[in-house]
């Protein structure tokens, strides 16, 4: 079955300890990204990947790290989490070439809390 | 710039009643769109997208929206609601160049019986 696979689903941790977040996808797709959702805010990109080895800042990258050694796994990384990264997050990834490979394939979410 | 944006913040509609939800878009070239629904506690489902030609969409669960151009508009509908269809439902298209899909902020969809 074709599917974005994150872990751990849930995760509540305390300020300044480091963690990962993990992204499978067993597409073969080369476009990876982060998304943060927050209420009222949508959602919003944090970083994303164009092919292994190959990544760039979406709109608030600020406080994580990503990285893309496989192109299967797509791993956001928060440093010293804060609070203010309390947040659902979604891993996507998509596949290049024609145009229906616009359509992004979403994971189901990662919840995180911050204290 | 390239954006989307939903106008409803929350709408309540009653079993069996038809549906529509707003979206409008700022694009300046024909833009690929897509309706996405977030179920409580669930990851995002692609509901249909619109690439270019027929300006009526079909998707699954029986939604359908319609693409017009004069209106900058990309509105989900649906005949007859279930109460299974309340949900979150985001409006969506991609940001060229960047691999970003830009959401509109969503819509909450409650449904009443």
């Known amino acids: 079955e074709a599917q974005v696979t994150q872990n751990p689903r849930y995760l509540i941790t305390v300020t300044g300890k480091k963690l990962t977040v993990t992204c499978s996808q067993n597409?073969?797709?080369?476009?990876m990204s982060w998304y943060r959702q927050d209420p009222g805010l949508g959602l919003r990109q944090i970083y994303y990947?164009?092919?292994?080895?190959?990544?760039d800042k979406g709109d608030v990258p600020e406080g994580y790290k990503v990285s893309r050694k496989e192109k299967r796994n797509f791993p956001l990384i928060l440093e010293s989490p804060s609070p203010n990264q309390t947040s659902l997050y979604f891993c996507?990834?998509?596949?290049?070439?024609?145009?229906?490979?616009?359509?992004?394939?979403f994971g189901p979410g990662t919840r995180l809390t911050v204290t | 710039a390239q954006s989307v944006t939903q106008p409803d913040i929350h709408i309540t509609v009653s079993e069996g009643a038809s549906l529509e939800l707003r979206c409008n878009y700022s694009?300046?070239?024909?833009?690929?769109l897509f309706w996405y629904v977030q179920s409580p506690g669930q990851g995002l489902q692609l509901l249909l997208k619109?690439?270019?030609?027929?300006?009526l969409v079909q998707g699954i669960k029986g939604f359908e929206a319609e693409f017009k151009r004069s209106q900058s508009s990309f509105n989900l509908r649906k005949p007859s609601v279930h109460w299974s269809d309340a949900a979150e439902y985001f409006c969506?298209?991609?940001?060229?160049?960047?691999?970003?899909?830009?959401f509109g902020t969503g819509t909450r969809l409650t449904i009443i019986p």
């Open positions: 996507a990834s998509r596949s290049s070439g024609t145009k229906s490979s616009y359509e992004q394939y």
């Open positions: 597409m073969n797709h080369e476009y």
């Open positions: 990947s164009m092919n292994v080895e190959v990544t």
């Open positions: 694009y300046g070239a024909t833009p690929y």
């Open positions: 619109y690439f270019s030609g027929d300006t």
């Open positions: 969506a298209g991609p940001n060229f160049g960047n691999e970003k899909l830009t």
